[in-house]
């Protein structure tokens, strides 16, 4: 028996209490919004896959080494000083490729983010894997190297020669690549298509299933979740809805028999103490923090989760191309097309409704996303409203809601052709000279030099 404290001493807890306090803590601390959010941030940090090369160099040097001590090979006939001197070589262009990477890594921000939007900066730059995998072999390279100098010997370590001298050219051929690739990487044509693919790629996993028909008109929220209810609060930092765990949410639901509705959406700048979840019925019984360790925070937006990212990006920089300051509306047609795909892909997708019910058909969670009228909203007012004024980007937009118009489900039309009369309305406010109207009005898959899109008629 553990004997009772003494006045002014702190108790003492017995083993097995302890052990479960201390896996508590651990198990408290570990939570899938934690994960989530360490996962995101790991893939857009640069230092994760150098870090990693000089652990697997740091465990495959020894073995080479004592490879080559066991079989002593002779495959350069390097001499002492010949030896010495490739090493040097080798770590003083590893050198300066590390130098000359990150650099122009930073000279790549500064434009991406001038010049684009600062958006991509974390979404599309630092989560490039050409960038990362070449600053590892370079880090990989040189401690390889620096750990040969250091090893060597009066008899030379053929093998380790060797290593080093392919691990060299590997390296050069990298770099040349890697300038080439830099290069053509910033060019605002290969900017939007890679935020198009992972736009395309996060629709498809948020809206796994294809368009029906309009479902059927929801209940009233109230009537279909019940009372009494209480809520959730936020913690005490200000953050923004990185992801939710759905799966999580239903069975805690599901188990409690109640109702769970998340108040935002993915994508939301959540403040300080705001109302995060209303528990609904049988769900009032759930204990804040199980629920709030379902959900994944972060500094900023990222595409996980979060299709309509995808779309504000694109917009963005089809905005700052249409700035008087940049004034390049060509780069805002490149923008456009990438619109008109993710379009065309959300439109071809079941969008979900805000109430996800279980397998015997209850409600279970209200999660909010954005419907079709939100998607096409985003994508053509804010271009509209810069835009209108300029041929090119009247004539796509209007080849793009006309192609969209004959191509989607029925029922995704009425969206379109409210967009089409605003359109109407922008560039005949625009547009006083007969000619130049008429010009405008037609639509044009390329913006200004075709007009593919003038056959298709508007019709009822």
């Known amino acids: 028996m553990i004997p009772d404290p003494q006045e002014g001493e702190t108790p003492r807890l017995a083993p097995a209490e302890s052990r479960r306090r201390f896996r508590d803590r651990i198990r408290g601390g570990v939570t899938w919004g934690r994960v989530y959010r360490l996962t995101s941030y ?80 974390a979404t599309i730059l630092l989560r490039n894997n050409v960038v990362r995998y070449s600053v590892g072999l370079f880090v990989f390279t040189l401690v390889f190297a620096v750990g040969a100098l250091n090893r060597q010997t009066a008899a030379v370590h053929e093998l380790v020669a060797t290593v080093t001298g392919v691990l060299g050219v590997a390296c050069i051929a990298d770099f040349l690549f890697l300038i080439d690739y ?84 993915v994508g939301d700048f959540v403040a300080a103490e705001e109302p995060l979840f209303v528990l609904h019925g049988g769900a009032m019984a759930i204990d804040d923090r199980t629920v709030l360790c379902t959900v994944a925070f972060g500094p900023e937006r990222t595409l996980e989760q979060d299709p309509m990212f995808a779309f504000r990006i694109i917009v963005d920089i089809a905005l700052k191309a249409l700035s008087p300051a940049i004034n390049d509306p060509t780069t805002a047609v490149l923008a456009l097309d990438q619109v008109h795909r993710l379009l065309r892909v959300v439109g071809r997708r079941r969008l979900r409704g805000e109430v996800i019910l279980d397998d015997s058909g209850q409600p279970r969670v209200i999660f909010r996303t954005p419907n079709w009228e939100h ?10 409203a810069c835009g209108a004024n300029n041929l090119q980007i009247a004539r796509r937009m209007r080849a793009m809601l006309m192609n969209l118009r004959s191509t989607l489900p029925d029922h995704r039309r009425a969206a379109l052709d409210t967009e089409l009369d ?39």
Request: net charge negative; glycine share 6%.
């Open 42 to 121: 790991l893939k857009s940090a640069l230092w994760t896959v150098p870090l990693i090369a000089i652990a697997v160099e740091l465990a495959i040097s020894p073995m080479i080494h004592a490879l080559d001590d066991w079989q002593r090979w002779n495959l350069t006939h390097l001499e002492l000083t010949g030896a010495t001197a490739l090493y040097q070589t080798v770590i003083t262009l590893t050198l300066s490729f590390l130098v000359f990477t990150f650099g122009q890594l930073l000279v790549a921000i500064q434009i991406a983010g001038g010049q684009l939007t600062p958006r991509i900066i």
């Open 182 to 265: 830099a290069a053509r990487l910033l060019r605002p044509v290969a900017v939007v298509a890679r935020v198009g693919d992972e736009g395309v790629a996060m629709i498809k996993a948020v809206y796994p299933d294809p368009a029906t028909a309009l479902p059927p008109e929801e209940a009233a929220l109230h009537e279909r979740v019940g009372a009494p209810s209480r809520l959730v609060q936020h913690g005490n930092a200000s953050e923004i809805v990185l992801a939710v765990e759905i799966p999580a949410l239903l069975a805690l639901a599901r188990l409690h028999d109640g109702v769970i509705e998340f108040l935002p959406q």
């Open 375 to 384: 998607y096409v909203q985003v994508a053509c007012n804010e271009i509209r």
């Open 422 to 460: 605003m359109l109407d309305w922008a560039i005949k406010a625009h547009y006083t000279r007969p000619e130049e109207l008429a010009l405008a009005m037609i639509p044009d898959m390329q913006g200004l030099g075709g007009s593919s899109g003038a056959r298709l008629q508007r019709s009822a």
